[in-house]
């Protein structure tokens, strides 16, 4: 199993959710370098103990809050296609759509992913 991250995006328009996993952050942080500009810092990843502690979890999603802020905080950043691909700026069937405040996660589904107990497997 493995941890997913609910990132919520809004616009002046629209309210919508991406769920992301770490690795994916790392990849953008990737393609962000690869552009040509100096990526913000992301959390270590754990390589022993126990990724599901609570405590953990908290540390790495504020530590995730961060790293976007950053991207967001560079307008050459923020228009990377990478990032706008990571946020579903490009693609919304890539995202979850929030309707009236309830979230519709129907046509989201990571490629060969289930769902068990809430979690993607």
Known sequence: MFQ???VLIKTAAQTWFVFRRY???SALQVDIKKAGHTP???P???????NFDTSFIVHRMNKLATFLF???????VRELTPVREFLALNDARKAVKVIDEKVD????KPDGASVSDGIWE
């Open 4 to 6: 997913v991250y609910k």
């Open 23 to 25: 690795n994916e952050f």
């Open 40 to 42: 913000p810092k992301l």
């Open 44 to 50: 270590r990843k754990r390589l022993v103990g126990n």
């Open 70 to 76: 950053e991207v967001f905080s560079n307008q050459e």
């Open 105 to 108: 996660i129907s046509e989201f």
